[in-house]
Each structure stands twice: as structure tokens, then as C-alpha cells.
């Protein structure tokens, strides 16, 4: 069976939070009719059942794939191995690593299984200095 995993940053103190995701809002009415009106809140539910506000910026969901470490990795996650930096990106369906600078053999692939030669060093919302080339 598939895990389905999200995380996201709270917005009360910046910590991640890793769990299931909710998006609330509330309906209302407009002159075309239903519509729905602020507030909208990203929330991450924990197994505990405690749930957090998220920074809906920063919600991303795990890949189903572990890097060398056996760490899950998450969109958004900025990967390592022994010569390339890349970042996990989520396109029609399927999790990719783009490597930075591009190499035009080794442009993308798409995430499976466990990634012995590579491991997460950051995010692109904590680090995003990682992904500066030479950085």
C-alpha cells in the first residue's frame, strides 16, 4: 500500500510537521453565488492526532522514495551525490531530480526504490543557497 505522507512548516514557530494534509475553507456567497472566502487554512494532521497550521508554500509530500541515509525523500528536498546537487520536482504525476547545472545526460530521473549514491542535505525553503552553482 502506498504512504501517503505530507509535511509543511508551522506558521506559529517554523518547526516541520509531518503528517496527513488538510485544506479548509469556508463557502459563501458572491453575486455569481457559491464561492469560497477567506480564511483558508493548510493544516497537517500528526498520527497522534494534533494538528498544526501550515505555510501553504512549504507543503510538499513525501515521494515514496529513502536517499543512502534511509531519510524519506520530499519534493522540494535538495539532494546530493558524489559529484551533482539537484532538487526533487513533481511534474504530471512522477517525482523527478533535475541536477544543477544541468548535465544533458543526466538532466532528470524519475524517483524509485532507494537511492544508495545520493543523500538529502537541505530544502529549497531552508537552503535554497544549495542550489547556487558552485554554492
Not at 497522534?48 to 501553504?56: I, L, N, T
Not at 543512502?68 to 513533481?90: A, F, P, Q, S, T
Request: charged share 20%; with cysteine.
Amino acid at each position: 500500500m502506498r504512504e501517503i505522507i505530507f509535511r509543511g512548516k508551522q506558521t506559529n514557530n517554523g518547526g516541520w510537521v509531518y503528517g496527513f494534509y488538510l485544506y479548509m475553507f469556508e463557502i459563501g456567497y458572491n453575486t455569481q453565488g457559491l464561492c469560497d472566502v477567506p480564511p483558508r487554512c493548510h493544516y497537517i494532521f500528526t498520527n497522534s492526532g494534533a494538528y498544526f497550521e501550515v505555510d501553504p508554500k512549504t507543503i510538499s509530500q513525501y515521494t515514496e522514495v529513502n536517499d543512502c541515509e534511509g531519510e524519506h525523500i520530499y519534493g522540494g528536498d535538495i539532494v546530493k551525490n558524489e559529484n551533482d546537487v539537484g532538487v526533487v520536482n513533481y511534474e504530471e504525476g512522477k517525482y523527478r531530480i533535475d541536477w544543477l547545472p544541468p548535465v544533458t545526460w543526466q538532466i532528470s530521473y524519475t524517483l524509485y526504490g532507494n537511492h544508495d549514491s545520493c543523500e538529502v542535505i537541505g530544502n529549497i525553503h531552508e537552503n535554497p543557497e544549495l542550489l547556487e552553482v558552485g554554492g
